[in-house]
């Protein structure tokens, strides 16, 4: 990134001006004390600067982020964050986070540098105060990017005298700031005809001018970077080369001096100078000095019309989802659930074009705002309660080309608009919609308007499927023995019919499903269907099926497991059926899907960094780690792989598919040690040999997983495993070569190496070898604080107008 420095300097000429500024009316600030209760003193005065401060809680939906919403007429603002962190989470470690404004990183705020520079572990965003000062629109200009506050001082002999609010109108700091080669001068006069700036009349009572008259008043400052661009401003000189001038000050008036154009400092020394000129009297004088960095915010903001609508929307709909906060699009780890947007320019506003608000609970009509997402491609409202007809208005959104609003109940007829060519429309389960024109025919299925060659195909791949499947099913039964199911429905001492979770009927599970519907992704136990209870809580039906290999005893295995473990990495139980022949697990719902299809970018799921696949292998671990040693007794998973672990909206990690876990005696085999179980490719290979079973089995599989998410390579090539290729690469030191491409280079070397390290050391074929789980905890939290810092030495490239200050000592007390 570019780094520049803007100057200013006010410059007041006679000997001492003062300008006058009135006590000044609060209108346009805006100031928040963030986390203060609305009904606890909202608002209220402080005490110290005399700001009237209200609670942040009308402007987020949550304790985790806010967003203050722009004014309408476009207007420079400032502004200031403040942050002190008062031990709330009882972890005592300052916080070490990112602070965002719109779609771009402004600044990484590292509390915990600051105080003991050390980094420990994890830590929880705060904010303690959030103020917003309106400027006038003719003052600070930038040619490109925004100001961040590098200095303000006034020249006062004084250390004590900061000045802010009512002194400075617009509730800028400035902090007093004197050399001992300077002579201080005063005076208590009124200064007039104040310009857009408007410095504060206390810092305009005091200048300083060089104690040598002949000699130049010289400002000094360091700048970090020494390759760093600088924007600059008697002769004015910056670091000995003139500059400005010569300048005659206006008599009883403001001056202000500033430029647009940048240079940079020698060695990262910088210095400006003022030096009279030939004809002058008076030596120089300087009564106020500001330096900013200028940033640039490279992402745009989403488009404005595509906000208006999606808040609309979920206004109309009620939505509070816990990150629908901020900007929808940008950046993209942050983004809006349900959401896709065009991101090929980063200079160009992102369009949404995608919009999922699928078994969402919502009511009412369809709503109108939707038209106005001019470049939606897909949006599906199936699985809702969605009542009335079908708006016109969606026939009309000739960017629409998938359009799902099965399952609600819609009635009236379908208009013709939708029926043109190119659309794909479903609107089955809707039992009151009609066909549109004479026939006015009941919809039971799908309005088929695609080409028919797509149809053939489909039915192609459904064929090909059901022949593997068959094939598939047919070799596994030469060696998996089929297990019988009881013939009578369990008794009350069955551990998984006795307690501690909820028991289904059938007719609940096809009510939940919608008859089996929506169907979400097929196992070796059967298909696994999207499903609602009560129209509001998510869930996913596993249901047993009849040609399933797997049976009675799976099912009562990850029953049983799933009601005696609770750990927050591991699937949640919400309940199971158990009626005759019909077995069904409904667990919690996590819209991410597995790990598998982010990794090979199966229904357009976006490429996961490798900051977030090592916070997902890191998870992943500690619920594994649980099953080893926080059960009683311990248990091994048995079928750790990428397709079981799942990612819930913020890709949060939780392992799933219990079915062939079983428990070990403090290491040793199971014992139930007779059949082999597992997926291949990721079954130990010790275990296959020796068919006796420990924690270390799990290890293996989990060392694969890691090198799956590292390479991004199948796990099983037509010429070798996926460890003996990574194992050979390694030998010719390139850690390029193994990694990922689509991380695109973007990771840190020394991480990288760790993490493959790592792996290659779980999935060793001898299990004396392997680490533990909490081995490998402690060593992927090593690889994340890597990745980390690489983050943050590049962060300020992508932070309007602003300042932040990380000053506590004015303003509310930590909250």
């Known amino acids: 990134m570019e780094s520049s420095l803007v100057l200013w300097l006010v410059l007041i000429a006679t000997l001492a001006i003062i300008h006058s500024v009135q006590a000044q009316d609060q209108k346009g600030f805006i100031s928040l004390d ?68 719109g779609p771009n990183r402004w600044a990484t705020i590292d509390l915990e540098t600051m105080v003991n520079g050390s980094r420990t572990g994890e830590t929880i965003p ?15 200009i930038t040619k490109s990017g925004s100001l961040n ?20 109108t617009y509730d800028r700091i400035w902090n007093p700031y004197f050399w001992k080669e300077w002579t201080q001068i005063s005076t208590t006069l009124d200064a007039g005809r104040p310009n857009s700036y408007d410095p504060p009349k206390d810092a305009l009572k005091n200048a300083a001018t060089p104690t040598n008259s002949s000699g130049p008043l010289t400002i000094r400052w360091s700048s970090a970077n020494p390759d760093a661009q600088y924007h600059l401003e008697f002769n004015m000189f910056w670091n000995g080369d003139f500059f400005y001038g010569p300048l005659t000050p206006l008599k009883f008036g403001t001056n202000t001096i500033f430029s647009k154009s940048s240079r940079t400092c020698d060695g990262g020394k910088c210095s400006v100078q003022l030096i009279r000129t030939n004809r002058s009297t008076l030596p120089p004088l300087l009564n106020a000095f500001e330096v900013y960095t200028v940033i640039q915010f490279p992402l745009s903001e989403t488009d404005e019309s595509d906000v208006n609508a999606i808040r609309s929307i979920a206004t109309n709909y009620e939505l509070s989802r816990i990150n ?61 309660n969605l009542t009335g007809g079908v708006p016109e208005f969606l026939g009309n959104m000739k960017s629409l080309l998938v359009i799902n609003l099965s399952g609600n ?110 169907v979400l992704g097929k196992g070796g136990f059967g298909m696994v269907y999207h499903g609602s209870i009560n129209g509001s809580q998510q869930v996913a039906v596993k249901l047993l099926s009849q040609s399933s290999a797997q049976g009675y005893k799976e ?18 139980l919400v309940g199971y059926c158990y009626e005759g022949d019909h077995l069904a697990l409904i667990y919690e719902f996590l819209p991410n899907g597995d790990l598998k299809q982010h990794l090979s970018g199966k229904g357009g799921r976006p490429i996961i960094n490798w900051r977030i696949r090592l916070q997902i292998a890191l998870e992943a671990a500690l619920g594994l780690e649980y099953l080893h040693i926080g059960c009683t007794p311990p248990m091994v998973h048995r079928d750790v792989k990428t397709a079981n672990i799942l990612l819930d909206e913020n890709f949060k990690t939780k392992l799933a598919d219990f079915g062939l876990s079983r428990s070990f005696q403090g290491g040793c085999e199971s014992q139930d040690s007779t059949v082999i179980a597992g997926t291949c490719g990721y079954l130990d290979p010790e275990y296959c040999r020796t068919s006796r079973l420990a924690e270390k089995s799990d290890v293996y599989s989990y060392g694969v997983v890691l090198l799956e998410m590292i390479t991004n390579q199948p796990v099983i090539s037509e010429k070798c495993h996926i460890a003996e290729w990574v194992g050979s690469t390694l030998k010719r030191g390139d850690i390029t070569e193994i990694m990922d491409p689509n991380l695109g280079g973007a990771y840190d070397s020394n991480s990288a190496w760790r993490a493959v390290e790592l792996a290659m050391s779980c999935a060793d074929p001898f299990s004396s070898k392997r680490p533990t789980m909490s081995q490998v905890i402690s060593e992927l939290k090593e690889c994340i604080v890597c990745e980390n810092s690489r983050m943050n030495n590049n962060g300020g490239i992508e932070s309007q107008q602003v300042s932040i200050v990380l000053d506590t000592s004015v303003g509310p007390g930590a909250r």
């Open 34 to 101: 963030c986390g203060l209760p609305e009904n606890e003193q909202s608002p209220y005065n402080d005490t110290t600067t005399g700001l009237n401060f209200s609670s942040d809680a009308t402007f987020i939906q949550s304790g985790k982020t806010g967003k203050i919403q722009a004014s309408s007429s476009w207007r420079r603002y400032l502004i200031r964050a403040t942050f002190t962190y008062g031990n709330y989470d009882g972890l005592n470690v300052q916080p070490v986070f990112d602070l965002y404004l």
């Open 126 to 140: 705060l904010i303690s105060t959030l103020e917003l000062r309106p400027m006038e629109n003719d003052c600070y």
């Open 149 to 168: 506050l590098h200095h303000r001082s006034y020249l006062r002999k004084s250390e004590s005298n900061i000045l802010r609010y009512a002194n400075d």
């Open 324 to 384: 629908w906060q901020g900007d929808p699009c940008f950046p993209q780890q942050l983004r809006w659930d349900g959401l896709n947007c065009t991101n090929a320019d980063r200079s160009v506003p992102p369009r949404i074009t995608s919009l999922n608000l699928s078994s969402s609970g919502l009511t009412g009509t369809i709503a109108s705002a939707i038209q106005n997402l001019t470049e939606l491609e897909k949006l599906d409202l199936s699985n809702n």
């Open 409 to 518: 109940d819609l009635n009236g007829l379908l208009p013709q608009a939708l029926q043109r060519k190119g659309l794909e429309l479903f609107v089955e389960g809707n039992p009151g919609l009609h066909a549109s024109g004479p026939s006015r025919k009941l919809l039971k299925n799908k309005v088929s308007v695609p080409i028919v060659a797509s149809v053939l195909a489909s039915a192609a791949i459904a064929i090909a499927v059901l022949v593997l499947f068959l094939v598939l099913r047919k070799k596994r039964s030469k060696t998996v023995k089929d297990l019988p199911r009881p013939q009578s429905t369990p008794t009350v001492n069955d551990t998984f019919a006795n307690k501690n979770s909820r028991r289904f009927t059938y007719s609940e599970v096809i009510k939940m499903t919608n008859n089996f519907q929506r």
């Open 555 to 572: 099912f009562k295995a990850e029953v049983d497991l799933l009601l005696r473990v609770h750990h927050t990495n591991l699937v949640t």
